[in-house]
């Protein structure tokens, strides 16, 4: 199993209001790169999205809201299993958060999207920090 990780980032927004907020799968539309996403379309429990290229990803939840600081979606659409953990952690009035993906990936595959899968969770990291206001 392949890990991949964004950097954890700080936000001014409380750790509750945060999960509440990504709860919510429609609300990852404007924090995903919007030159490399077409027809984000969903719900508040199941997501999908064409990236670069035209490989459609869903997203769907698996818990109706964060067990502890994780809430897990299940991906499908990809080439390979794999799911996403969206993690936020309380820091003092404000939160940090981040986002890991575990792939199934053999080494070819790895290869190849590893490092798209970098920049696009990085994205994602600094897209909550603009938005919540990093501190």
Do not use: W, Y
């Amino acid at each position: 199993m392949t890990e991949i990780r964004s950097r954890e980032v700080e936000v001014s927004l409380s750790a509750e209001d945060l999960k509440a907020h990504l709860c919510d799968l429609r609300n990852l539309e404007p924090l995903l790169p919007q030159d490399k996403v077409r027809g984000f379309s969903g719900s508040e429990d199941e997501v999908a999205f064409k990236i670069q290229g035209g490989l459609e990803i869903r997203l769907t939840r698996t818990a109706a809201e964060f067990d502890r600081d994780t809430l897990r979606l299940q991906g499908g659409g990809a080439p390979f299993p794999f799911h996403l953990d969206l993690k936020v952690t309380a820091d003092g009035a404000g939160s940090r958060a981040s986002v890991l993906c575990e792939a199934d990936l053999n080494p070819f595959l790895r290869m190849m999207v590893q490092k798209p899968l970098e920049a696009l969770f990085q994205h994602i990291a600094g897209a909550v920090q603009d938005k919540f206001g990093g501190s």
